[in-house]
């Protein structure tokens, strides 16, 4: 199997939930079964949030680039980024290195497509609203964002689980923001992968978690 | 903070443990406050167990300097393995880059001789008795391993973990073997990270987790 890079430490439980994915994706018998990966887990990643929201933090690009070249020399077929909002910054990592870019936002816009929902209701950071990452592969699909507003509180959220808040004690306010969002929406699209660790304690609700797309996105690449 | 590079994938359960052990010993408030880590969790290094006891698999000891090369070449500053048995091939890592490797086994049997036991409980997998890791570090501090006899169910255990089985139903095996150890014993060492995840559902019972000794070294590394 090919070994996917993976630019992580945004935040740090959010790469390793994804590596739990990835592990929970592969129905492996003995250790040789599984995906190899070679994770950076980088928590010195200058804020995204402070960059692209506040406008006042230190522009991450170059430790990015530096990531993706890093992890090019360590081995990688494949880069793969855990943060939906950090894909503001995906043409630069692109252009760091000759691999190929398993991008997050343009896998779950075709998966969100597939589905038939148009109006897609996003559990998403200020930042990436902000950042606009969504915006253009939505369009080019025909599906159109509706985000929380305001969405101070997801914020608070998306925060309350980087300080280690556990995430049980988190979900009954996801949950009312995400009821609120599907008055309006079709479905619902996990789009923070801080919050995705608070999904498996929310009710049954019709969602698409990028972090899973991702996850598909990486054992396909990893064994093709 | 210093970098520490993991040699991982030994299994990737194991490794995944252990980056949830290093967040979890930081009190942080923000990404910024944890410890960075470059993972490669490789499930390709070929079986410690096929070649250490049946002595019939390839030696894993070329594809584990090139890992200690690669996580060098990412920009490591030390290098960590969480897997005991693996340490029967420190010598060879230590050999393959000019970084510190922070020794598990090592720094297992100086908490234990720290903690005045003298008779140990081992945990551990038959490979790691077999490939006797543990034998001059603990004579070198007057400390006996005491290993169960017969030690196939140990296996049959770390087996069943790498297969994916629930931890907690393999608890009361595990409470089994460590009791009867506790008969000829003064205190417990778990020295297998397969058996490290299976802890959290034992009673409570004296025991030094040779994973949670590394989790305090690579802590203590990254923030010298």
Redesign the interface.
């Known amino acids: 199997?090919r070994?996917v890079g993976i630019l992580g430490?945004?935040?740090?439980?959010a790469?390793?939930l994804l590596?739990?994915k990835v592990?929970a994706a592969v129905a492996?018998?003995?250790?040789?079964?599984?995906?190899?990966?070679?994770?950076?887990?980088?928590?010195?990643?200058p804020?995204r949030i402070a960059h692209l929201i506040e406008r006042t933090g230190t522009d991450p690009t170059p430790v990015l680039r530096d990531m993706a070249r890093?992890?090019e020399?360590?081995?990688a077929a494949a880069l793969a980024m855990p943060c939906n909002t950090a894909h503001a910054y995906a043409g630069a990592i692109r252009g760091a290195t000759t691999l190929p870019f398993l991008d997050m936002i343009e896998a779950t816009a075709d998966r969100l497509a597939e589905g038939g929902a148009r109006r897609i209701g996003m559990l998403a950071s200020p930042a990436t609203r902000l950042a606009t990452v969504f915006e253009a592969p939505f369009a080019a699909r025909g599906l159109v964002p509706v985000f929380p507003e305001p969405d101070d509180a997801v914020l608070a959220l998306i925060?309350a689980v980087?300080?280690?808040e556990r995430p049980e004690t988190l979900a009954p306010a996801l949950a009312h923001i995400a009821e609120g969002l599907l008055t309006e929406a079709d479905t619902l699209c996990v789009a923070c992968t801080e919050l995705s660790l608070v999904v498996p304690s929310l009710p049954e609700l019709p969602l698409t978690d990028s972090l899973d797309v991702l996850v598909g996105e990486i054992v396909g690449f990893a064994r093709a």
């Open positions: 199997m070994p430490g945004m935040g740090p439980e790469t390793i590596m739990r592990l492996a018998q003995d250790d040789a079964d599984h995906v190899p990966l070679i994770v950076h887990q980088n928590p010195a990643v804020s890093t992890l020399a360590a081995g925060r980087k300080r280690g």
